[in-house]
């Protein structure tokens, strides 16, 4: 249920076609106005030892990090925006074996001869940065329908560059 609901917020992007990763260029937005100036402060602050603690001390609970406690869809959404550079992964993991896999559906949509449109590289590589809009909704269909995107899922959670998306996702109640 975990990687369905992780799913279902990858389909969504890829839906909107938000899932195309750019070239990381683009213009920066106008400056803002400059602040006031701050004063200088200096504090001193002096105090004798404490007395000595507990040695060692009890156990916590194990397995918290940012987005354990939050209901399934606030969780997988906080493991998305806190591992986003793993959400590219996925999504290019999603793309190959739902779009670009040979026996995909998606494959005549997303494999294609013309370089403009091909998000399946000759070199196993998938080229998000075309624009392939039918490669999309087919890849975003095949998502939520099929077992592509399970197999996709797993791939990442086997994947150095990908793993900590699929931890912090399978932490999701």
Do not use: W
Not at 78 to 85: E, P
Not at 114 to 142: H, I, K, M, R, T
């Amino acid at each position: 249920m975990k990687a369905f609901s992780f799913a279902a917020i990858l389909v969504s992007v890829c839906a909107m076609a938000a899932c195309k990763v750019g070239d990381g260029t683009g213009s920066g937005g106008a400056g803002g106005d400059g602040g006031s100036g701050g004063s200088d402060t200096t504090a001193t602050t002096s105090g004798t030892g404490g007395e000595g603690g507990e040695a060692g001390g009890t156990g916590g609970e194990g397995g918290g990090d940012e987005c354990s406690g939050l209901e399934l869809e606030e969780c997988t959404t906080c493991c998305s925006d806190a591992h986003s550079s793993e959400v590219e992964v996925l999504t290019a993991l999603n793309y190959l074996y739902c779009g670009c896999a040979a026996t995909s559906d998606c494959a005549a949509e997303c494999d294609t001869t013309d370089a403009a449109s091909d998000v399946c590289g000759d070199d196993g590589e998938v080229n998000l940065a075309v624009d392939n809009p039918n490669c999309d909704a087919c890849v975003a269909e095949a998502s939520s329908t099929g077992t592509c995107y399970d197999d996709a899922y797993t791939a990442c959670g086997e994947d150095d560059d990908c793993k900590a998306l699929t931890a912090c996702s399978d932490k999701c109640e």
